[in-house]
Structures are given as structure tokens and as C-alpha cells.
């Protein structure tokens, strides 16, 4: 597990290598300069412009530009996946899936516009950890910013799916949005399980990759509903006893010994 002063360092070697790009693009952006360093690197959306009108991004939306040519990340709404190629300034995008799950009409839409611009040859500008992404006529763009790595501790950690052995799902419907989970330095863990708030203590071992929460939690004892509390159900008898941990990246995976668990993405700071 990485630790806060490596994260860092790490974060900042990934802003000098932008900066240095930003530079050689600003400069020319013709044939033979140096391709864009975006494999391995991860971004937030800040917003996105179609023809002209321009969408602020919902919390959530980012883009993972893998290693192995894979454009990855979620709209806001749905989790989407591709191909990118990367030829000096020009970064060419092929979408191949999006998940269908419902959102309100706000998101549904800022997806839709998303999913317009990021697509096809577009034309990348790096500066200041900022990129633009634009097409040739210049009326689709997207705006990314770049995208530190999360510590496990001190996070804002909220909760987006289930694991069962090696099949990942959503949380039921009518149940997004609530459960999340801050691990604090101390070892204490708070948050919401889907209904209700909870506390609890962990012992944290980074070298073996565990979390052993001394459950179970304390919680509130509000009512909710039905999705809200089968969901808070699972969570809480998850919470109670030894976990697996792993940190990509902004993802936190939650594992049990029988390989049921929970993943959450790290929010946006406010």
C-alpha cells in the first residue's frame, strides 16, 4: 500500500511530466512532436461542449487512459470503455460500451454530450495539469484535470457496487448515492450504510493489505427503504471482522474471506 508521501510524490512526477508536454505541444503541435503521455495517467472531467453548449461534469465522471490503449471511466452515470491511440497532439477514441443503468434526466443528459465529444480524432492541449481534448472544427471538447491518487485513510470513500467471488454488480436500485465510509487516522471508521450513520475501530496492517474491523458497528436506528435497507444489511455484515483491501488508484475494494465485499470511489474534494 502506498504511502501518503509516496502518493504525493507520485502525484507530482505526474504533473512535471504534463507541465513538460504542455510546453512541446504549445510550442508546435505539427508532425514528428513527441506524443502525449497519457497512458497510465487519470483524469476528472470538469465539463464538456457540443455545438456550442457547454455541460458542467456530474460528481464522479472521470477518465482512466490505461497502459494496454484502454480509454476507461465513468460519465456520471454509466461506466464506459474503449480504445485510444495517441499520434503527437492527436488522440483518436473509440467508444465499444457503456452500461445501461438508469440516472436522473440531469446526468442522463451530461452523458449523452460526454459521450458525443469523447470520440474520434481529437486534437489534446496539456497545460498546467489541465487537459483539452477538442475536434478539428472545435465544437466538441472535453475538459479533464488530473487526477491525484486517493490515500485509504482520511478519504471520503462512497460506496458504488458489490462483489461476489469475481462478479462485480450495482447497488439495487433505489440505494445509490448514500453508503460511504471514512477510515480515519486513528483507525476509526464512520459513514452511512445505506440508511443509517455508523461508527466503528479497524486495525489497519498496509504490509498484508488488511483491514480487521472490532465490530459490530454502532448505528442509528432510522427506517428507510426497502433497497435502502437490504443494502444497509449487507454492508453492516461485511463490516464486522478481518478484509481484504486494495487502493486503485481513486477505487477502494472491500473483500471478505468468502470473496463478498463492496467497492467505492473516492469523492471529489468540495
Same mark, same amino acid.
Given at each position: 500500500?502506498?504511502? =501518503?508521501?509516496?502518493?504525493?510524490?507520485?502525484?507530482?512526477?505526474?504533473?512535471?511530466?504534463?507541465?513538460?508536454?504542455?510546453?512541446?505541444?504549445?510550442?508546435?503541435?505539427? *508532425?514528428?512532436?513527441?506524443?502525449?503521455?497519457?497512458?497510465?495517467?487519470?483524469?476528472?472531467?470538469?465539463?464538456?461542449?457540443?455545438?456550442?453548449?457547454?455541460?458542467?461534469?456530474?460528481?464522479?465522471?472521470?477518465?482512466?487512459?490505461?497502459?494496454?490503449?484502454?480509454?476507461?471511466?465513468?460519465? #456520471?452515470?454509466?461506466?464506459?470503455?474503449?480504445?485510444?491511440?495517441?499520434?503527437?497532439?492527436?488522440?483518436?477514441?473509440?467508444?465499444?460500451?457503456?452500461?445501461?443503468?438508469?440516472? =436522473?434526466?440531469?446526468?442522463?443528459?451530461?452523458?449523452?454530450?460526454?459521450? *458525443?465529444?469523447?470520440?474520434?480524432?481529437?486534437?489534446?492541449?496539456?497545460?498546467? #495539469?489541465?487537459?483539452?481534448?477538442?475536434?478539428?472544427?472545435?465544437?466538441?471538447?472535453?475538459?479533464?484535470?488530473?487526477?491525484?491518487?486517493?490515500?485509504?485513510?482520511?478519504?471520503?470513500?462512497?460506496?458504488?457496487?458489490?462483489?461476489?467471488?469475481?462478479?462485480?454488480?450495482?447497488?439495487?436500485?433505489?440505494?445509490?448515492?448514500?453508503?460511504?465510509?471514512?477510515? #480515519?487516522?486513528?483507525?476509526?471508521?464512520?459513514?452511512?450504510? #445505506?440508511?443509517?450513520?455508523?461508527?466503528?475501530?479497524?486495525?489497519?496492517?498496509?504490509?498484508?493489505?488488511?483491514?480487521?474491523?472490532?465490530?459490530?458497528?454502532?448505528?442509528?436506528?432510522?427506517?428507510?427503504?426497502?433497497?435502502?435497507?437490504?443494502?444497509?444489511?449487507?454492508?453492516?455484515?461485511?463490516?464486522?471482522?478481518?478484509?481484504?483491501?486494495?487502493?486503485?488508484?481513486?477505487?477502494?475494494?472491500?473483500?471478505?474471506?468468502?470473496?463478498?465485499?463492496?467497492?467505492?470511489?473516492?469523492?471529489?474534494?468540495?
Amino acid at each position: 500500500m502506498p504511502t =501518503p508521501r509516496s502518493t504525493t510524490l507520485a502525484a507530482i512526477a505526474l504533473l512535471a511530466a504534463l507541465t513538460a508536454c504542455a510546453q512541446q505541444a504549445d510550442a508546435g503541435g505539427g *508532425a514528428g512532436d513527441p506524443d502525449l503521455p497519457l497512458s497510465g495517467t487519470h483524469w476528472t472531467v470538469d465539463a464538456v461542449t457540443v455545438d456550442g453548449g457547454r455541460s458542467t461534469a456530474p460528481d464522479g465522471a472521470r477518465v482512466d487512459f490505461t497502459d494496454r490503449g484502454r480509454a476507461q471511466g465513468d460519465t #456520471g452515470c454509466n461506466h464506459f470503455g474503449g480504445s485510444f491511440a495517441v499520434d503527437g497532439a492527436t488522440v483518436t477514441v473509440t467508444s465499444e460500451e457503456v452500461t445501461e443503468r438508469g440516472c =436522473p434526466d440531469d446526468r442522463q443528459r451530461f452523458e449523452a454530450a460526454f459521450l *458525443a465529444a469523447f470520440t474520434g480524432p481529437l486534437k489534446g492541449t496539456l497545460k498546467d #495539469g489541465a487537459l483539452t481534448l477538442a475536434s478539428a472544427d472545435g465544437k466538441r471538447q472535453v475538459e479533464l484535470t488530473a487526477e491525484p491518487s486517493a490515500p485509504l485513510r482520511g478519504t471520503a470513500w462512497k460506496v458504488d457496487g458489490l462483489v461476489s467471488q469475481d462478479s462485480a454488480a450495482s447497488l439495487p436500485a433505489g440505494a445509490e448515492g448514500k453508503a460511504r465510509l471514512v477510515i #480515519g487516522a486513528d483507525g476509526e471508521v464512520t459513514g452511512n450504510l #445505506g440508511c443509517n450513520g455508523f461508527s466503528a475501530t479497524a486495525t489497519v496492517d498496509e504490509k498484508a493489505g488488511t483491514l480487521t474491523v472490532d465490530g459490530p458497528a454502532a448505528t442509528t436506528r432510522m427506517m428507510c427503504t426497502s433497497p435502502q435497507m437490504a443494502l444497509e444489511t449487507k454492508l453492516y455484515e461485511l463490516l464486522d471482522g478481518p478484509l481484504s483491501y486494495r487502493v486503485d488508484h481513486r477505487t477502494l475494494t472491500l473483500t471478505d474471506g468468502g470473496g463478498e465485499g463492496l467497492t467505492a470511489r473516492a469523492e471529489r474534494a468540495q
